[in-house]
């Protein structure tokens, strides 16, 4: 079992930055590819972004590329989601995911493929 807490999350303005980390205690022993997903009220939970256990592949959903980077440090068992140059779209609460990485290169961008989820922590970005 692996649990996931978030923290970071908040009210920013347009154009403004915040970064989400999340941390992992349990079986961290094991290789885990670790994702960001949100969630905006009345929408479906989509992908944000996602890193292999090694950190040396990273993958972003169109709408966050070039804004958001993720990032991971194995040693504190913590993956981060630094957010830039944020938009009202933005808004929404924002989850991190584990899944188990037999490979070093899996990642998945659905939600059910994702055996462990972190409760999630609010991003509202004001115009």
């Known amino acids: 079992q692996v649990q996931l807490v978030e923290s970071g999350g908040g009210l920013v303005q347009a154009g403004g930055s915040l970064r989400l980390s999340c941390a992992a205690s349990?079986?961290?022993?094991?290789?885990?590819?670790m994702g960001w997903f949100r969630q905006a009220p009345g929408k479906e939970r989509e992908f944000v972004a996602a890193?292999?256990?090694?950190?040396?592949?990273?993958y972003y959903a169109s709408s966050v590329k070039g804004r958001f980077t993720i990032s991971r440090d194995n040693a504190k068992n913590t993956v981060y989601l630094q957010m830039n140059s944020l938009k009202p779209e933005d808004t929404a609460d924002y989850y991190c995911?584990?899944?188990?990485?037999?490979?070093?290169?899996?990642?998945?961008?659905?939600?059910?493929?994702?055996?462990?989820w972190g409760q999630g922590t609010q991003v509202t970005v004001s115009s």
């Open positions: 349990g079986r961290t022993s094991s290789s885990y590819t």
């Open positions: 995911a584990a899944v188990r990485d037999y490979t070093g290169v899996y990642y998945s961008r659905r939600t059910s493929d994702y055996d462990y």
């Open positions: 890193i292999t256990w090694s950190g040396g592949r990273t």
